[in-house]
């Protein structure tokens, strides 16, 4: 049996004692780096890596799951920011997470290969589940998140987050979602969107939960109504996101982003504030060690010109090259939240500024489960849409990862794993047209030239 025959049972509608039926392929294909590799970039400055040389695509051995994981017939994947790190071998390889997870159990042990197969989204249809599962069959329609947990673990009751063993799947685990099948614990599925494609409905768990728990959850900046947020990278994964849930819980975002190409797309999803930062040139660092106030408050100045006061909450990630100028730019008594150092993670900032003015740095990774169901339910909703720019085949895996490495590319990139083509997998059109196909598409549309 092949994945081939278990796509033309999905696609024409087979029901799910026939999906639980049908045999596992073998071996399935999937887009992974290699163990033997890992030291391939040694001597390489970052932005000299290329991922299209260390993310292969071929066919890995079906693993066996355990009583609480499920099999899944992944439809559409994404690109994740965690799947560039892992093709360019930086902070530091995966395999060093694979290793460790191979030891802390039997079922662990799978996951410890010369292989690491990518990915931390996926669109998908259930296949089998393991007989501890109680509220997933076959048949299914979910989506998948990558808070990937031992909850026989006292520490993942609480915020599952604060878990001693809390993982992303797909990075700091093995068989992600950049592949034809995939397994993953039962609770980590969700209902898919029914108004949404495979790949629209793929790229939001990752990027939109974690932004999510950044600004909406109980964990991290808690976002009140009317509350001026600032947010870095405001077109990018988190950032798209992160836009949407300002407007949609009443607060006003204060958009940065690096051309007038993305300024037209922040205006286009209703953010009026936009703060373009290579046209206004700002130079935080005046050399390797040395930061630049001046800097700092000429940005401070161009969010008051446009918001009349300073941000309540600044949604940082950028890191090295922009910690400095959030910290001075929060309000008295506002909030830096943070999620990540993509410009380098050694921060510096005024201390003065954050004591004196009462200000706190609150640290925010990815979102517990209940906090990625009620992400998954606002898109279910129609309230927030996916922000996918641009779609790509699973052979084309590299070059998605290459133009997310290189920031050239708005919002998300889906990626076709199963799903032949784009735009299959909408089971509520009715629901669609209600939403409106000008929203769900406003990413796509733009990256076309069309707005
Ligand atoms: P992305 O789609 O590449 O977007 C990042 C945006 O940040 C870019 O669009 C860019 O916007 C802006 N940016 C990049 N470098 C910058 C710099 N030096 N200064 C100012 N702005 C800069 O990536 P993403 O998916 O949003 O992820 C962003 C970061 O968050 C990554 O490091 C990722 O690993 C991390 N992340 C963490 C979690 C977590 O759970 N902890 C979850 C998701 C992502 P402009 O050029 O238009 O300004």
Partial sequence: MSMQ????????????????????????????????????????????????????VGEVATPEIAPDEVYIAVMASSINFNTVWTSIFEP??????????????????????????????ASAVVLRVGSAVRNWKPGDHVTVHCNYLDDQDPSAHDDSMLAANQRIWGFESNYGGLADLSIVKANQLMPKPAHLSWEEAAVNALCA??????????????????????IW????????????????????????????HRVKLLEAMGCEHAIDRRAENYQFWSDEHTQDESEWRRLGKKVRSLIGDDPDI????????????????AKRGGTVVTCAATSGY????????????????????????QEAWNMNQLIGQGRIQPV????????????????????????????????????????????????????????????????
């Fill in 5 to 56: 025959n278990i796509l033309e049972a999905i696609q024409s509608g087979a029901a799910g004692d026939d999906i639980a039926n049908l045999p596992l392929p073998e071996s399935f294909r999937a887009a992974y780096v290699l163990r033997e590799e890992q030291e391939m970039w040694a001597g390489y400055a970052s932005e000299d890596k290329d991922p299209r040389k260390s993310l292969h």
């Fill in 388 to 451: 996918m720019s641009e779609v790509f085949t699973l052979d084309q895996v590299g070059e998605a990862a290459l133009k997310v490495h290189k920031n050239q590319a708005e919002g998300k990139l889906g990626v076709l794993c199963l799903a032949p083509e784009a735009g299959q997998g909408i089971t509520n059109p009715e629901r669609r047209a209600e939403i409106g196909e000008d929203k769900i598409t406003l990413f796509a549309r733009h990256a076309r030239g069309e707005l």
């Fill in 346 to 369: 050694m921060l510096e900032f005024d201390n003065r500024h954050l004591w004196m003015k009462l200000k706190r740095i609150v640290s925010s990774h990815f979102a517990n489960y």
């Fill in 209 to 230: 939960s974690t932004s999510y728990r950044m600004l909406v959850g109980n964990h991290a900046a808690r976002m009140k109504q009317g509350d001026n947020v600032f």
């Fill in 314 to 329: 600044v949604f940082e990630h950028p890191g090295r090259s922009t910690m400095g100028a959030s910290v001075f730019i």
């Fill in 92 to 121: 530091l390889s995966t395999f060093n997470f694979l290793d460790r997870l191979g030891k802390e159990s039997a079922w662990g042990a799978r996951h410890r290969q010369d292989f690491h197969v990518v990915g931390s989204d």
């Fill in 233 to 260: 990278g405001a077109t990018g994964g988190i950032g798209a996101y992160g836009v949407q849930l300002v407007l949609n819980g009443g607060g006003t975002p204060v958009g940065v982003v690096s051309s007038e």
